[in-house]
């Protein structure tokens, strides 16, 4: 679920300028650049180690970058204390004062900040009600649900109205079903507020219902920067391809590369594929095509119709969500391709069935051509 | 459990309940039966024989003649203005030591808290080492140390600094060292426990929040470490107020403490029972900060669950 997106460009909030950021011997953050806009839900996906906890934690000034800039709202934030930044963090661990109530842990920061009495009362009175915890402002956080907590830990960043709100694994602690309900209610009060969001999470997931756009590191680095649709449908390379929803990757060599079209022998399929390339390819060099489990079509009778790619092989193995079934198919030449089919009949009995010959094609505009 | 082994259990909760009575047993053994002989000491009357006190029942020809209790001890405390002062002034130096004790033991409580796992062990094995050492041994060496000849004073004279000595053993300042040398890891251990178990991503989250350091360690660190400041305090104070041996070598002829004053009337008086009334005095007025430590101790586990 992405926010409504206007057609007019967003200003840019966060600038990211060259940062890169070293303990000791590892760089944690290599030479990273990236520009958040305002208003917009941004989620930093990654492997754990991948560093974009060490950017979080830059953005919020607990780390300071040894190199590059960081920006926000056009002012040089890099030697900013985290007091002083228009930043506030929603901990992993939640952080809250477990010595002080709900009502206290919210009204800390426009404390420390020197708002007036009254007006504190009034915004943190205001802040519980957005999150639906009025009836909890006197408790300790020992007496409140995981739930309970990760609002409280919400409202207490949010309640000083930051310019940036970082969200660090901010539904990793919950249960799946809380977990889901919670996406949806952190999406309605990022839309609500309209408050800059940086999300840092590894369940892809969580990035592809949250974000309106997402940034994949990888070993310190950008790896791809864009929508949830452009991350899945369009990886920029291998890693992300791999690491974003389920997907075949296929090694190759390019054949032929004529009018957008290359062919590629893959030695693993003992096959040749086709797929569709604005950019000239030479002949010869070797590549990696990936194709989504669920753009192929899997079928007993032979597919027709053109611009396709046909392979033959057995169904080695299936597992039945109900919704859908994924099956592993066994191609003559010992490989094995994911493929994902939808349940659209009501019937208990599948039409494609363990150790069945099949086909397997799928249109050559659904592969994906990964360089390097 | 499962169905099969009922018996093993009950047996097993039945070595249970007699381990939790173990506690109970070494109190009343090594506690109440002692305190009770001395509260029997405190209420009879000094004689010149053995033992140098009048027996509590009292026993004649004809058989049991009933109970020989005074409180003659007690009015004597009371009514000489002496020992009020004595317990005022061991009070006063105990709280001082307890208060010294904490200004230098907080901050080194807190830097162990904050190292690296086997740098913190070895910072522990530094504040316990001492132990190895006999407390009386260690509280020589300071006379060693703080002596008009001692290594200290020469070394001063020695460098030119000054050239009279200067008086350090024999005063209250000798007994206040005496006090923080010796009770010192009493209040590093208990504070070190508690600030060890403290998530560091609190004072993250007050600095975000807006807090400078200072203020984050004053709004979040030290009110969670009451608990631990409190066991301390507690640990150092109540066996500072009974101190003996400490203002014995190191106090001067003016420092009054009650530990000593219980040693004269035993030892150089032989007045037993006036020795008992004393003690059980002081026991009175150290159980309620025990009480007090003790509620607290139960508070923490609850938090702790």
């Known amino acids: 679920m992405n926010t409504v997106k206007s057609d007019e460009p967003k200003p840019v909030l966060v600038e990211i300028r060259e940062v890169s950021k070293k303990f000791g011997d590892v760089v944690a953050v290599d030479a990273v650049s990236l520009d958040i806009l305002k208003g917009e839900l941004f989620a930093i996906l990654g492997s754990s180690g991948c560093g974009k906890t060490t950017l979080l934690r830059m953005l919020a000034g607990f780390e300071h970058p040894t190199s590059g800039r960081i920006l926000i709202d056009g002012a040089d934030m890099t030697d900013v204390p985290p007091y002083e930044r228009p930043v506030n963090l929603m901990f992993q661990s939640y952080a809250l004062f477990p010595h002080m109530t709900v009502e206290q842990n919210v009204a800390y920061g426009l404390k420390k900040e020197g708002v007036p009495a009254a007006q504190i009362r009034e915004r943190v009175a205001e802040m519980l009600a957005l999150v639906k915890l009025e009836a909890l402002a006197g408790r300790k956080p020992e007496k409140l649900s995981g739930g309970e907590k990760q609002r409280v830990a919400l409202a207490r960043a949010l309640v000083k109205r930051p310019k940036l709100l970082l969200l660090d694994e901010p539904l990793a602690a919950l249960d799946r079903k809380l977990r889901e309900h919670t996406q949806f209610e952190l999406a309605n009060l990022q839309y609500q507020l309209g408050t800059t969001f940086v999300v840092v999470t590894h369940d892809q997931d969580e990035a592809m219902t949250l974000a309106s756009r997402i940034a994949v590191m990888s070993e310190g680095r950008i790896a791809q920067v864009g929508t949830p649709g452009q991350v899945y449908e369009f990886p920029a390379n291998r890693y992300v391809a791999g690491f974003v929803g389920n997907i075949n990757l296929i090694d190759g060599r390019v054949t032929r590369s004529s009018g957008g079209r290359v062919s590629l022998q893959c030695d693993a399929l003992g096959a040749e594929l086709s797929v569709l390339s604005e950019d000239p390819i030479g002949a010869g060099s070797s590549t990696c095509i990936a194709v989504r489990p669920e753009k192929i079509t899997i079928s007993r009778e032979a597919p027709n119709g053109k611009d396709r790619n046909v392979l033959k092989g057995t169904v080695w193995d299936l597992a039945y969500f109900g919704d859908q079934s994924l099956y592993r198919v066994r191609l003559q030449s010992g490989a094995v391709l994911q493929v994902s089919a939808q349940n659209l009949r009501r019937s208990a009995k599948l039409t494609v069935e363990w150790d069945d010959e099949v086909f397997l094609s799928w249109d050559i505009a659904s592969t994906v051509l990964l360089r390097s | ?305």
């Open chain 2, 1 to 305: 459990m499962s169905d099969a082994a009922p018996d093993n259990g009950s047996h097993a909760h039945r070595w249970l309940r007699r381990a939790v009575l173990l506690p109970y047993f070494w109190l009343l053994l090594f506690f109440l039966a002692p305190f009770l002989i001395i509260l029997k000491i405190s209420v009879a009357d000094p004689v010149i024989a053995q033992p140098p006190f009048t027996a509590l029942l009292a026993w004649g020809a004809d058989g049991f003649r009933g109970i020989q209790a005074t409180f003659e001890n007690y009015v004597f405390l009371f009514q000489d203005g002496y020992y009020g002062i004595i317990y005022l002034s061991s009070l006063k130096m105990a709280a001082i030591g307890t208060l010294l004790c904490l200004l230098l033991g907080y901050p080194m409580a807190y830097y162990i808290a904050r190292q690296a796992p086997a740098r913190r062990n070895v910072l522990l094995l530094a504040v316990i080492l001492p132990f190895w050492i006999s407390f009386l041994l260690r509280v020589y060496a300071w006379i060693g140390l703080l002596n008009n000849r001692g290594v200290i004073n020469e070394m001063l004279i020695g460098l030119g600094i000054i050239d009279q000595p200067i008086q350090m053993l024999y005063n209250d300042f000798a007994v206040y060292l005496g006090i923080v040398y010796s009770y010192l890891p009493f209040m590093i251990l208990p504070l070190y426990a508690n600030l060890e178990r403290h998530d560091h991503d609190l004072l993250d989250a007050a600095a975000d929040l807006g807090a400078r350091r200072w203020r984050g360690f004053v709004d979040v660190t030290l009110p969670l470490s009451v608990p631990g400041i409190v066991g301390g305090c507690l640990l150092v104070f109540i066996p500072a107020v009974g101190e003996f041996t400490i203002p014995a070598l190191l106090g001067g002829a003016d420092t009054l403490m009650i530990g000593r004053v219980l040693w004269d009337e035993f030892f150089v008086s032989r007045d037993w029972p006036v020795a008992s009334a004393v003690s059980v005095v002081l026991l009175l007025l150290l159980v309620a900060p025990i009480l007090w430590f003790q509620r607290i101790q139960a508070r923490e586990q609850e938090a702790g669950r």
